[in-house]
């Protein structure tokens, strides 16, 4: 229950449009409860017309008058409570996916490596719908159907007691044979959405790399694996609605006895005189009400432990705390010089293995500083760092003298321009794309920043030039292309510290070059942390930091490790000595092109 109260909570944001679905509500139910009173009435009226009484006709007119317009007002009410209730339910779903949204967009690096794109997907879609529902038909109509089961209860019970006991003894039943069910199915529909999102995942999945499914010619695996997925999904949705309808069925039945018990014991009251024929039409038609919450309420308990299930998977996300916190006190950077200093820094994933153990390191503004190592050896895990990406698990990271952790990171990944290795492109412009970290670039600096990365002359060939649209995760743009995108992207950032993921592993060693030439004035006065694998971006770099199981092995210019003839040695013999011939070539003038 907790959940479901978390929800009402949220959906008292709109309290005024609830107590107005409320009001409307109660007029609705009052307008309903009143025609079985007049419509008995006019049975009487009739009858007493037919038997020669003196029956005025106007009266029953006058009462069909009246039936017709409690019909009118209840039909008004009706639709604005339907309308706001409505209303309400597409209000907390809006508010509860911004939740999610909002909070998602600022959980760490950390937070994604546990849950699955398709999970969370999933969880702010069909888990928001499912609340949706809730509030739409569970907290603004079950006051209705309790009102109504309340009032006509008492009704029932005040027109004829003993009737109305009747009427009344098999609800205790009902109310308890729901409550079990709502139990079982709370279960059920956790299970359906834990499955939903598995079954999202594989989606995700299979979409995603669609490409490596077709090199594989995997389709036929990738079919087997969904159609085990949704089968399973399936049969756990037929076991929830298979449980919804036996309660359906069951209280159908119990209303179906309680109904024939009252025309029995009814009939015999009307025979002895006891009642009119008007009073027991207005019992029958009073049952008729009390079968709509009773039928209903499978549906209601069937809302509730979907919400329930649903609150429980979305609260879980929005009750996590990034490992990555700002203090209260942090302050915002202004933009430094770019002295970076690591002390005595560890690190681990899941605070079990260390990934980097005792990691002293400074870098000057200005310099150039290359990370080399085997994979696994800790590089990627050491650029990380330095936008708080993840926070270190012991030492500290400061950037001119300040540790990291008293900066707010807004202002801190301002100040860090960063070229990923696995480029992501928005699908929208190029022009958005490149501004994507400066959206008040002029298009004066965006085209500066292309002509840096070497993209001008490619973009201005496209017939739309920086209005061309660029398709899912640029899949129409080469992988060289991509790289300088992301390249630009940087530069129009400005920042006085770059990390270059591997930046250029895409593209062939000419184009590299151009990068390279180009990048050297962009670099000047910034620091700059280089992962990556050519001889080009090493043999340039003030300092050259080589790493291996998580602890810096060697360090030292290129000169210099080679004399050390360690693992540095090592690494130029197996990767680096090959390009030399290549980089010698290179340093000759050449044209500039496009891949």
Partial sequence: MIEIARIIGIALN????????YLSMIGALIAFVM??????NAIDGIVEIFDGGSYSQSAVFTTIGIIFGLMVIRGVLSYFQTYLGEAVSQYVSYDIRNMMYNHVQHMSFGFHDRHHTGSLMSRAITDVENIRMFI???????????????VVAAILLYKDWRLGLISASFMPVVIIYSAIIRLKMREIWLTVQQKMAEMSNVLQENFTGVRVVKAFAAEPHEEAKFEARNSELAGHILQAEKMRASSTAFMLFTFLLALGLILFFGGRRVMDGHMTAGELTQFIFYLQILQMPVRMAGWLVNSYARAASAGQRLFEILDTKSPVQEEENAREIARPHGRVRFENVTFSYDHTKRVLRGIDLEAEPGQVIALLGPPGSGKTSIVNLIPRFYDVTGGRITIDGRDLRNATLESLRRNIGIVQQDVFLFSTSIRENIAYGNVDATQE????????????????????????????RGANLSGGQRQRMSIARAVLMDPPILILDDSTSSVDARTEELIRRAMESVMSGRTTFVIAHRLSTVHRADVIVVMRDGQIAERGTHAELLELDGLYREIYELQLRPQEEVMRELESPIPVGND
Avoid: C
């Fill in 445 to 472: 600096q965006i085209e500066q920043a292309a002509q840096i990365a070497q993209m001008h002359e490619f973009i201005e060939s496209l017939p739309d030039g920086y209005d061309t649209e660029i398709v899912e």
């Fill in 136 to 150: 739409n038909m569970g907290l603004v109509r079950t006051p209705y159907f309790i009102g109504l089961f309340i």
């Fill in 35 to 40: 025609m079985p009173h007049y419509l008995g």
């Fill in 14 to 21: 709109h309290k005024w449009r609830l107590i107005i679905a």
